[in-house]
């Protein structure tokens, strides 16, 4: 069973990420089951606009593509900015909204069968809100979505220390992402019964 991680920070490598870090222990729990992980952030890639898989020579987003379509478990992890995911997030988004219109051997969108969850960092209140837009949005390119199959950490209103930072709030969030591991594992195994 394969995983695809698309961290959608905003801060291009090796700077540190705070989504990253979280998002790391979602990954670890789904290494435990025994799920092979791929992992991209986008601010490293050099991403056309628009809401096709392939559209220039330039374009990596055909190489994430390709990786989502060979998986069965894709995770969005985005910091959150002003109560709404990042603009990588939105641009994820917008290129995945091409798999509403690829069909497999089956004539059914290459998202169908496959599962989803989001991973959200911040230090402002919004995470719920990510996490709902994220998440209705997949289910409309055709991603199931396990119930509980998120967690995020953010300090609340306010600015103040970032993931990195501090301890605050840490054990909740790991707890809540190896759940999300164990559930996007379960869904993505049974849906892939024969």
């Known amino acids: 069973m394969r995983a695809v991680f698309v961290n959608c920070t905003l801060k291009a490598s090796p700077e540190a990420s705070n989504t990253a870090q ?3 222990i979602v990954a670890s729990a789904l290494r435990e089951q025994g799920v092979e992980i ?4 986008l601010a490293d890639l050099r991403l056309d606009h628009g809401v096709e898989t392939r559209m220039s020579s330039e374009d990596e987003w055909p190489r994430v593509h390709d990786a989502i379509v060979d998986a069965q478990i894709l995770v ?3 910091p959150t900015w002003v109560g709404r995911p990042s603009s990588y997030a939105q641009q994820l988004l917008e290129r995945l909204d091409a798999m509403i219109a690829e069909t497999g051997a089956d004539g059914e969108p290459i998202a169908y069968g496959k599962v989803a969850g989001v991973v959200v960092t911040g230090n402002e209140d919004g995470a719920h809100h990510v996490i709902s837009g994220i998440s ?5 390119i055709g991603f199931t979505i396990p ?3 998120w967690t995020y950490w953010n300090r609340g209103p306010g600015p103040g220390p970032e993931y990195h930072e501090t301890n605050e709030g840490h054990e909740w969030s790991a707890q809540t992402g190896r759940t999300m591991a164990t559930h996007l594992a ?4 049974a849906l892939g019964a024969d």
């Open 22 to 24: 979280l998002a790391e």
């Open 76 to 78: 969005v992890a985005t």
């Open 186 to 189: 379960h869904v993505a195994h």
């Open 38 to 41: 791929t992992e991209f952030r």
């Open 147 to 149: 119930g509980q199959s």
């Open 136 to 140: 209705g949005a997949l289910v409309d």
